[in-house]
């Protein structure tokens, strides 16, 4: 190769690089606005009147908002919303919840596990809650990526943060005691999670 051949190469290196950093920052400029007018159209919807702010309260503030459809739409218009973390140094684990016994509890299912038993993700989705939740303890919820709510109790939550995506089959952490509960919420009313978990 010679060096009339060689800057040629460089330069279209260079221009490509140049392409992925316009794109970049094109696809920056884009959300950004579109976050600020989502942000001012709200402001202005609220302040127009008390029953716009009570109805804004109750379908943002009140119920759970349904993460899946507004990534569905997200990606259509403006592209990738959630990143996958896939990095070849993440730890291999790829599993399906397996328990001894299964009983009622609450609104859920409490499924004997053993301690420390390595709880798996059981529906991709974003976390959308983790704290303390009335009669269940400390509670994590995945919003699925089918806007199921998967509620995990009786779990010490591994390297997860809020509003994390998750897939299917990696670890969510270990059990605390000997059993974890699960509970399984889509629309506001809680479905059998044997029936479920055997469709998903």
């Not at 919303?81 to 299964?102: A, H, P, R, S």
């Not at 699925?144 to 995990?152: H, L, M, Q």
Request: no cysteine.
């Amino acid at each position: 190769m010679n060096n009339s051949e060689k800057v040629k190469k460089f330069l279209a290196e260079k221009g490509s690089n140049n392409d992925k950093r316009s794109k970049y920052i094109n696809s920056l400029f884009t959300r950004t606005l579109v976050s600020i007018i989502v942000i001012l159209v709200s402001m202005i919807f609220i302040n127009l009147n008390e029953k716009n702010e009570e109805l804004y309260r109750k379908y943002v503030f009140t119920e759970s908002l349904a993460f899946s459809k507004f990534n569905n739409i997200y990606e259509k218009y403006l592209g990738r919303l959630i990143k996958d973390n896939n990095t070849n140094d993440q730890m291999v684990f790829n599993e399906t919840i397996k328990y001894q016994e299964k009983s009622n509890f609450l609104n859920g299912v409490k499924l004997k596990v053993g301690i420390n038993y390595l709880v798996p993700v059981i529906q991709s989705g974003i976390v959308v809650f983790n704290g303390e939740k009335e009669d269940y303890g400390n509670t994590l919820i995945i919003q699925g990526v089918d806007g199921t709510d998967i509620w995990y109790v009786g779990v010490n939550i591994a390297d997860i943060k809020l509003y994390d995506y998750v897939e299917k089959g990696t670890l969510l952490g270990e059990s605390i005691e000997d059993n974890i509960v699960l509970v399984v919420v889509k629309d506001g009313e809680y479905l059998n999670f044997e029936e479920y978990y055997n469709e998903i």
